[in-house]
C-alpha cells in the first residue's frame, strides 16, 4: 500500500462516536411515539418496537464493530422506511415529512462523502416522489407551490451538508499528511513505521507469507553536506525518496526514519527478492538520476513459519545495513592507505 492511500486517523472513531450518540437519541424518541402510537395505532407501533430492537442490537457493537459502515446503513435505511412507510398510508402530515430534512445530514455524518451523497440521492428522490404523490391527490391546484418549497429547503441541506463534509475532509488529509508524512520526500515519517510494520506483520502471519524489512542509509551523507552544503543534501534525498517509489509495488510502505536513513517494508518478498529489487530495479533507477552517491543497505526477513517482533525485524535490519557500512568504510581506508604508499 502506497502512504497515500492509508486510511484517515480517527476517521473511523469519529463516525462511530455520531452513530451511538444518533442511536440513543432515536431509540428515546421511537419509544415515545411507540407509546403514543400504541392506543392510536397498534400496527405501526408494533414495527416502531421491532426498529428499537434493532436499534438496540446496533447500540450494543457500535463501540467494537470493524463492520460500521454496514451498521451504519441498516440504521440508515431502517430509520427512512420508519418514516417513509406512514407517511405513504396516512393522511398528509407536514411534522412527519419534515424527518426526511435530516436525512441528508445523517448519510454525510455516517458514511462520508461519497456513499452519503448516494444515499441522499436515493432518500431525496423517494421522499420528494412520495411528497409530490400525496399532495396531487390532496389538492393539485397547489402542488407546484409545496414541492419547490420542499425541493428547495432539501437541495440547500443536501448542499450544506456535501459542502461540510468536503472541507472537513480536506482538512483532516491535510493534518493527516502533516501528521505522518515527511515533507521534504513525501514518504511516510517515522511515527507510522511501527504501526504499519506491525500490520504488516500480521497480515503476513494470516496469509503464511514472507515479509522483508529494507535499511537504506546514504553513504558519506555529512561529508555531502560539509563540503557541498545542505541544499545539495536536500536534493540527494529526494532524488532517493522518487528512486524509490519508482523501483517498488503499490503496496509497498516507504519510510524516511531520519536524517539519510530509510526504510522499506515489502509484503510477501522473500529477502532474495528484495535483494533483486534493490540491486537492479532500485539501482536503475538511481542511476538516471544520481551518478555520484552510493548506499549502505541492510535486509531482514521473517515469515513463514515464524514471524519477528517489528523492532526485532527493524533491530536485525538496522544492524546488517550498519555491517555493509561498516565493511565500506573499511574499504575506503584500505584504498587511502594503499594510494598514500
Not at 414495527?47 to 446496533?58: D, E, K, M, S
Not at 427512512?80 to 393522511?91: N, S
Not at 529494507?214 to 555531502?224: G, T
Not at 527478492?273 to 530495479?281: F, G, K, S, T
Request: glycine share 4%.
Amino acid at each position: 500500500m502506497r502512504e497515500h492511500s492509508m486510511p484517515l486517523p480517527d476517521e473511523l472513531e469519529s463516525r462511530r462516536s455520531v452513530l451511538y450518540v444518533v442511536l440513543i437519541v432515536t431509540i428515546v424518541a421511537t419509544i415515545g411515539f411507540s407509546l403514543l402510537n400504541s392506543m392510536l395505532w397498534p400496527s405501526y407501533a408494533l414495527i416502531q418496537a421491532a426498529v428499537v430492537l434493532l436499534w438496540l442490537g446496533i447500540l450494543r457493537v457500535v463501540r467494537k464493530t470493524p463492520k460500521l459502515q454496514l451498521w451504519s446503513l441498516c440504521y440508515l435505511i431502517s430509520s427512512f422506511c420508519l418514516v417513509f412507510y406512514p407517511f405513504l398510508i396516512i393522511d398528509f402530515r407536514v411534522g412527519l415529512f419534515s424527518w426526511i430534512f435530516i436525512f441528508p445530514i445523517l448519510s454525510y455524518l455516517l458514511l462520508g462523502r461519497k456513499l452519503g451523497m448516494a444515499a441522499t440521492f436515493v432518500g431525496s428522490l423517494s421522499g420528494l416522489g412520495a411528497l409530490t404523490w400525496r399532495i396531487w391527490q390532496q389538492d393539485p391546484n397547489i402542488h407546484w407551490v409545496a414541492l419547490t418549497n420542499y425541493a428547495t429547503c432539501m437541495l440547500a441541506i443536501w448542499a450544506m451538508a456535501h459542502v461540510y463534509e468536503y472541507k472537513r475532509e480536506s482538512v483532516v488529509r491535510r493534518l493527516h499528511n502533516m501528521a505522518t508524512k515527511d515533507p521534504l520526500t513525501g514518504l511516510l515519517n517515522v511515527r507510522t513505521l511501527l504501526d504499519t510494520l506491525d500490520c504488516a506483520i500480521e497480515q503476513a502471519k494470516q496469509r503464511s507469507q514472507p515479509l522483508t524489512v529494507i535499511y537504506i542509509d546514504v553513504n558519506d551523507f555529512k561529508i555531502i553536506n560539509d563540503t557541498q552544503g545542505h541544499q545539495r543534501g536536500n536534493e540527494i534525498l529526494v532524488t532517493l525518496a522518487k528512486a524509490m517509489k519508482y523501483a517498488t509495488r503499490q503496496y509497498d510502505h516507504l519510510f524516511r526514519s531520519g536524517g539519510d536513513e530509510f526504510v522499506m517494508i515489502f509484503p510477501n518478498c522473500t529477502k532474495k527478492q528484495a535483494q533483486m529489487i534493490c540491486e537492479h530495479r532500485l539501482a536503475s533507477e538511481l542511476c538516471k538520476r544520481e551518478r555520484n552517491i552510493t548506499l549502505s543497505i541492510g535486509y531482514a526477513q521473517t515469515g513463514t513459519t515464524s514471524y519477528l517482533t517489528p523492532d526485532e525485524l527493524l533491530q536485525q535490519a538496522d544492524n546488517n545495513m550498519y555491517e555493509v557500512k561498516h565493511a565500506y568504510k573499511q574499504r575506503l581506508t584500505l584504498n587511502d592507505a594503499s594510494f598514500q604508499g
